[in-house]
């Protein structure tokens, strides 16, 4: 189904926006906005990045000429109305930093955590990424929906099998993993912020992604982090999914009050 | 025909042997020789901290210098370390809170080595108020107690199997020894860590009994204990302590003062005879170089009850300059700095992760 009206739609982040770029260079996914754009830095560079009176503005020489790179319209900075929809991407906000710990945390018999410890912990992942703060804050002006995809788990066969045995729970089920991202979903909800997991398809041994989302020199390159375009298909069809099922909630239905003449 | 100062048994001492030459010639920080260790800590041995509040300050002085200090049960690293504190993550080696007496330290161990059944009724108690849970081994473990009765025996589960692990690995086990006095359920006969009604629970004179555990129990629990411990790890050593922080109150009717003197005093002789009767258990005097008058009273707050910062590090000066003295080590080197390589590397796969894509 067609959204109700095509909304534009600003990709934020750091290098891990690249999967999502190329996902829409290779046509992985069909774009139903007016207006798709890309803003951000990638790692190093994106530290630059700062919320500066509700915008964001890169604020080093370095952050400033990769916005120019990658910022198509030259936009020189970001604030929450320029777009209909925000998608924060990665953005240092790191799967592997939160879900990964607390699965490994889950196969020891010394790792339980209390409900209070945990939440603790969420909280301290979200509101410890600086990115995180600026999706909330645009959240908190009403004027944009905001979206948020953490950066995904690392990249299998990349990693060394010991350093995988020490850190990845390899035994953890998707139940498991729901149970986690349910939990982010929840918190970022009481921020107004709508996350987009790491889809279920791309995961493997425990908390890995699967080598067929790497990049395409992922294993050329030894590099865990990064995703190619099929990931950024899938993340992108997430939002599209949640923006469509948003638009058709906010038509009124036939049988509803609001569908009921107010005058007489 | 010798002198009779050569032939008597003290004519051969050393000057730690004699007041006047080891405690009055001195001013009393310049005060030595207090303790000589059975065996060596060093900074490649695990070291398991428990006990009383002041146990808390070996663990930080052990971390802070290097050591091997054993988190058996550590916090999230997402945790901020003010926020793993306020869970009473880090504190000690697992999270017990403060085991103050021979008996708790017993039954956490009865409990953690399966010795106990953690299903008995003497362990299935808890502390209910508004709705939140509190586990009476340790009440304040959890600030505002737990959210349901699962929760707290989970979290319980879950800390019994880091001492557990604490025990097995662990090359020194160091538990500084707290209190005479204590509450326990006169049913069940375990023993609280505070009394019920103080920090949680509700104090009922029919079911909760006053002890002020004597000689004889202390030691018999204490030999319980490190027989339990050695059963779990025959090489572990074992460390004694006495904390030097006076009773916040007595129950005892005896002035406060002086049921400190005799809980103390009991402690201190239960540690010393374990240490002199025990292979592998040795006696490390903080109580003395806190308390003892030669000292002036200089390491208490003015409350005379808190130490204070120069007195926790005193002792443990006193502690690390007595391993050094007797177990010599070569100086350490500096912790290595974190790997720049490795972070370059990955801002440049960064960089060219976006140049691939964006760049026209």
Not at chain 1, 2 to 17: E, K, T
Not at chain 1, 219 to 235: Q, S
Not at chain 2, 205 to 223: A, G, K, L, S, V
Request: aromatic share 10%.
């Amino acid at each position: 189904m067609p959204l109700q009206d095509n909304p534009s739609i600003c990709v934020f982040g750091d290098s891990h926006i690249a999967c999502v770029k190329r996902a829409v260079d290779d046509g992985h996914v069909d774009i139903p906005a007016d207006r798709l754009e890309f803003w951000g830095a990638s790692g190093p560079d994106f530290r630059g990045i700062h919320l500066r009176g509700g915008r964001l503005k890169p604020m080093t020489e370095e952050a400033r000429a990769q916005v120019q790179m990658i910022s198509a319209s030259g936009r020189d900075s970001l604030g929450a109305g320029d777009f209909d929809a925000f998608l924060f991407v990665g953005s240092r906000l790191r799967s592997h930093s939160y879900i990964v710990p607390m699965l490994w945390r889950a196969r020891d018999e010394a790792g339980y955590l209390s409900q209070a410890v945990r939440d603790a912990v969420l909280d301290r992942w979200l509101t410890g990424c600086r990115a995180y703060r600026a999706a909330r804050a645009f959240a908190a002006t009403g004027k944009s929906r905001v979206f948020f995809s953490p950066a995904s788990f690392m990249n299998d066969q990349i990693m060394d099998e010991k350093t995988i045995a020490r850190t990845i729970n390899q035994e953890a089920s998707a139940s498991a993993r729901a149970d986690l991202w349910n939990g982010v979903a929840q918190r970022m909800g009481r921020d107004g912020v709508t996350l987009i997991a790491q889809p279920e398809q791309t995961v493997t041994r425990g908390c890995l992604t699967k080598i067929d989302y790497a990049s395409e020199r992922a294993v050329e390159m030894r590099d865990p982090v990064h995703k190619n375009g099929a990931y950024g298909a899938l993340i992108l069809e997430q939002l599209f999914l949640q923006l469509e099922s948003e638009a058709v909630g906010s038509q009124p239905r036939a049988d509803t009050p609001a569908d009921t003449p107010t005058e007489a | 025909m010798n002198d009779s100062t050569d032939t008597n048994p003290y004519s051969g001492l050393p000057d730690t042997a004699f007041w006047r030459t080891a405690v009055a010639a001195h001013n009393p920080l310049e005060i030595s020789g207090l303790w000589v260790p059975e065996f060596a800590i060093l900074p490649k041995h695990r070291v398991v901290t428990a006990g009383s509040c002041f146990a808390q300050h070996f663990s930080r002085a052990l971390r802070a210098r290097g050591y091997n200090w054993l988190d058996a049960e550590p916090a999230p690293d997402l945790l901020t370390e003010e926020q793993a504190r306020s869970f009473n993550y880090g504190i000690f080696s697992t999270r017990t809170g403060n085991i103050y007496t021979a008996r708790m330290l017993r039954q956490w161990l009865e409990l953690a080595l399966g010795e106990a059944d953690p299903e008995d009724a003497a362990w299935t108690e808890v502390w209910e108020t508004e709705g939140r849970f509190q586990d009476p081994l340790r009440p304040v473990i959890e600030p505002g107690g737990f959210l349901s009765r699962d929760e707290l025996f989970s979290a319980r589960a879950a800390t019994l199997a880091a001492l557990r692990r604490a025990v097995r690995r662990a090359d020194v086990f160091v538990f500084t020894m707290g209190l005479t006095e204590s509450w326990r359920n006169l049913q069940t006969g375990a023993e609280y860590a505070l009394c019920p009604g103080t920090a949680g629970g509700v104090f009922d004179p029919d079911r909760h009994q006053f002890c002020n555990q004597r000689y004889p129990e202390i030691h018999r629990d204490m030999t319980v204990a490190l027989d339990l411990l050695r059963a779990a790890n025959p090489g572990l050593k074992v460390l004694l302590t006495v904390s030097p922080v006076p009773l916040t109150a007595t129950a005892s009717g005896q002035h406060v003062l002086t049921a400190t003197s005799y809980s103390k005093s009991v402690l201190r002789a239960v540690a010393g005879d374990l240490a002199a009767d025990r292979d592998g258990v040795d006696y490390f005097p903080s109580y003395e170089i806190i308390t003892h008058p030669a000292f002036r009273g200089m390491f208490y707050a003015s409350n005379q009850r808190s130490v204070v910062a120069k007195g926790v590090d005193h002792v443990m000066e006193s502690f690390f300059a007595a391993q050094q003295a007797h177990f010599p080590q070569p100086a350490r080197q500096g912790i290595k700095p974190p790997p720049a390589e490795e972070r370059s590397a990955r801002a440049v796969k960064c960089e060219e992760e976006m140049l691939d894509a964006f760049a026209r």
